[in-house]
């Protein structure tokens, strides 16, 4: 039992731990890396245990290294090991695992020509000169890394020019997964990371003949300058799962995930500081394990100037590494706590209640689009029916349909999040609600993706400032302003090449209103941990048959926790806190 307190005085009467919200659970142990970026950005090859010692001491088992071609083959007759010998020897000596990401181009090997011949280039190389590239270091290296990902990011036109080509790419994946298979039948081979939220990169790979050609889906979930719980990072497997559905089961990992602590490219505001950045690290490789992410790779390990988005400061240079910011200290501590645990559940203090059963669908009306139907059905999660929604996209362009409530449904209180069951088609569809507010701004929330079959639960915070896109009719502040009623349900064509028609089934939408807690529970020989935090602040009571428990703070920090009365008080803020004990 977890219970909430709500100052330093006796608390209010005890709230019990509700029963936990739908998770799908992790895919196995916590495994999280580092993009360490010691073959590509350290100066001083003769150096290299330094670095790498650090990486050792954060406690990773995995890192993530760039095999440039430009610096492993500055010219076609010339292959130059310095820099990636001396970075595997000085990390594979440390029983640190290495996923190697072959790419990008180097000048000589594309049409471009401007292109500086032995520096980096983003242009689509020459197919065959990729393939020999890749011969070469797969066959140096095949006796000690047997991952290999293919490009950074092909789905983004900073790393793939002029423009994304998924049918380049794919010509490209199948070749060289072929050459690597060849040099090392164990090797494991992953889709350059694509982002996961907009799977139309990634649909039409399949579509060309690439699903057979990678072993692991590789995705960049990147939401900041969201939090990791307003950005809704739990979802973000989801589409990507969905096209697995159909196209057939992979492992899912997150080779890149991050937030600067500054100003940077993504958020010129640079709204997180380094205490920030440090709990969003913990906090979001927890949530995205749970999700299950089955490794999970933190970008970065040291600042780029104007990107700050490493563990380590910019310093005096590329190879100062003495100024840790208290991201290191996280993932440090993250690490040691986790390692050998098992995971059992997560336990909250959200509650839920339904706010539309759908028993009837009296009351909806669609909008303009005539793009589909909703009817009542037998078919239930929970009670007696479900809304049947079914659609028909038939333009490569946006398509989606809306159904109003004739008299918009209030919303009680504040309510944290919103979220409904939904038995999916196997698309990736986006299944939407619009919010009218107190100033009459209708804002719009993605629950997520309508996913594969079978019924599944969605959720999305709806606390947080929404992006102009999600601004439905404007004339507030793109946040909501309570009083708030739910006034539609959306499903859109998130992949706007899509066209087709299908059937997705909605049930039991709720609100979720309560304290903003989290707890997930593990345990390891014999004690029990909870991974604890708030990101406003609360105080709690946690049950246990401990006389004294242990807390650990996100720096480290170590000190006893007496029980009061078979409880554990404990005061929560955004950083987690790590909590041993007996239960």
């Not at 492993?72 to 440390?94: E, G, H, K, N, Y």
């Not at 190697?100 to 049409?111: Q, R």
């Not at 492992?251 to 505001?269: F, H, N, Q, V």
């Amino acid at each position: 039992m977890i219970l909430l307190l709500t100052g330093t005085a006796a608390p209010h009467p005890a709230t019990e731990l509700p029963a936990a919200l739908p998770v799908a659970g992790p895919a196995g142990p916590p495994s999280f890396g580092l993009n360490t970026h010691l073959a590509t950005r350290y100066p001083d090859p003769s150096t290299m245990d330094a670095p790498a010692a650090l990486v050792s001491e954060l406690g990773v088992t995995w890192a993530r290294e760039d095999f440039h071609w430009h610096r492993v083959q500055p010219r076609p007759d010339v292959w130059d090991w310095t820099f990636t010998d001396a970075a595997m020897r000085a990390l594979l000596s440390r029983g640190i695992s290495v996923l190697g990401v072959l790419g990008p181009s180097v000048g000589w090997a594309t049409p471009y020509s401007a292109d500086t011949p032995n520096d980096v280039s983003y242009y689509a190389p020459d197919p065959d000169a990729f393939v020999e590239y890749v011969r070469g270091v797969v066959t140096r290296y095949r006796r000690y890394i047997h991952h290999w990902e293919i490009w950074n990011e092909p789905d983004s036109a900073i790393f793939w020019r002029p423009a994304p080509d998924a049918a380049a790419y794919t010509a490209m994946l199948v070749r060289a997964a072929a050459v690597i298979r060849e040099a090392d039948p164990e090797a494991q081979i992953l889709i350059g990371g694509v982002n996961p939220y907009d799977t139309t990169f990634l649909r039409s790979v399949a579509e060309y003949g690439g699903w057979g050609s990678f072993d692991i889906l590789a995705i960049h979930p990147y939401v900041n300058p969201y939090s990791p719980e307003d950005g809704n990072l739990a979802v973000a497997p989801d589409g990507v799962r969905a096209l697995a559905s159909q196209y057939g089961e992979k492992p899912i990992w997150a080779t890149e995930l991050g937030w600067a602590s500054g100003p940077s490219d993504r958020d010129s505001l640079g709204r997180a500081g380094e205490q920030e950045q440090a709990s969003y690290l913990a906090r979001a490789m927890l949530v995205l394990w749970e999700a299950g992410v089955e490794r999970i790779f933190w970008y970065s390990f040291k600042d780029d100037p104007g990107n700050p988005y490493g563990l380590v400061r910019q310093g005096g240079g590329r190879t100062d590494y003495s100024q840790r910011k208290p991201a290191f200290a996280a993932l440090r501590t993250l690490n040691q706590q986790i390692a050998g645990a098992t995971y059992l559940t997560r336990r909250d203090l959200f509650e839920q209640q339904v706010l539309v059963g759908f028993e009837t669908v009296r009351g909806w009306r669609r909008v303009s689009q005539p793009n589909g139907t909703l009817r009542p059905s037998a078919r239930a999660h929970g009670g007696q029916g479900s809304a049947e929604l079914s659609y028909s996209f038939s333009t490569r362009e946006n398509d989606y349909v809306a159904f109003e409530r004739e008299q918009p449904i209030p919303l009680e209180g504040q309510p944290y999040a919103l979220g409904a069951w939904v038995y999916g088609d196997g698309s990736t569809h986006g299944v939407k609600v619009w919010l009218r507010d107190a100033e009459g701004e209708v804002l719009q929330f993605v629950l997520g993706p309508a996913g594969a079959p079978g019924w599944h639960f969605l959720r999305t915070p709806i606390g947080g400032e929404v992006e102009p896109g999600n601004v439905i009719v404007p004339g507030g502040n793109r946040r909501v302003d309570f009083p708030a009623a739910l006034q539609a349900i959306v499903l859109d064509d998130l992949v706007d090449g899509f066209v087709g028609d299908g059937t997705i089934w909605l049930d039991d939408l709720s609100v979720i209103s309560g304290h903003e807690v989290y707890d997930l529970r593990l345990e390891r020989g014999g004690e029990a941990l909870d991974i604890l935090w708030s990101p406003p602040g609360a105080r709690v009571n946690l049950a246990t048959s401990a006389s004294t428990a242990r807390l650990i703070d996100q720096g480290g920090a170590e000190s006893p926790l007496p029980a009061q009365d078979g409880r554990l008080r404990v005061n929560l803020g955004p950083a987690p806190v790590y909590l041993w004990h007996r239960r």
